[in-house]
């Protein structure tokens, strides 16, 4: 079996909030999409072990907020890479309550749609709910949506343990290092991979650092961690 061949499926990146009583919390998704067009109803795939599932199955609704290209990789390590049971991912973001009274991420965000738990299906690890859309409109018009692509080749980012997609991203081989080129380092926490041939552009790092050259204070643009948490490409710790 070719996993690779999971590469082929389009995906986009989006947040996924729910709670209720006051309690709320979200995370990153890539596996969301319209099931049917009436009456409209949309499907998402939740990792049993998020806190999210748990919010979705007490309050049996959820909103789906479309991120944008330009969607730093801060606010998708936030929603992706830390535990809403540690820390309240909502605080210090843009928000509106919506029709389910969940509310919803507009921070970089291109769309919104809110939906009502109306079936579910076990999926072993994940549980795919599928909702009756109550409420969706175009928060930004102009901004192009982020697609899972865009987010790997582009941003430079990686697949949380959790998502649906993890394991198929450990399929394809690492390509052998170039002698002529600085060495790429991965995050040992989230699996980021700082590039020096990219440089990190929303950490004002410009292309042809290398590791070595990153000032003190850097810190993974995606979760957070110090460089002592990064490993050489090929170094086994």
Known sequence: MNKSAFYKLSYGIYIITSGKEGRFNGQIANTVFQVTSEPPTIAVSINKQNYTHEQIVASRSFAVSILEE?????????????????????????????????????????????????????????????????????????????????????????????????????????????????????????????????????????????FEDLPAGWVCPVCGAEKDKFKKEGQVL
């Open 70 to 210: 330009a969607a730093p990789m801060t606010l998708i390590g936030r929603f992706g890479f830390k535990s809403g049971k540690e820390i309240d991912k909502l605080e210090g973001i843009r928000t509106r309550m919506g029709k389910t009274g969940i509310p919803i991420v507009t921070d970089h965000a291109v769309a919104f749609i809110e939906a009502e738990v109306v079936s579910e299906m076990d999926c072993g690890t994940h549980t795919i709910f599928l909702g009756r859309i109550v409420e969706c409109d175009i928060l930004d018009a102009v901004a192009e949506p982020m697609t899972y692509a865009y987010y790997h080749a582009v941003k430079g980012g990686k697949a949380p343990k959790n998502a649906p997609t993890y394991q198929a991203e450990q399929a394809p081989p690492k390509p052998a290092a170039t002698a002529a080129k600085a060495a790429r380092y991965t995050c040992t926490v989230c699996g980021y991979i700082y590039d020096p041939e990219k440089g990190d552009p929303e950490g004002n790092v410009k292309p042809g650092t290398g």
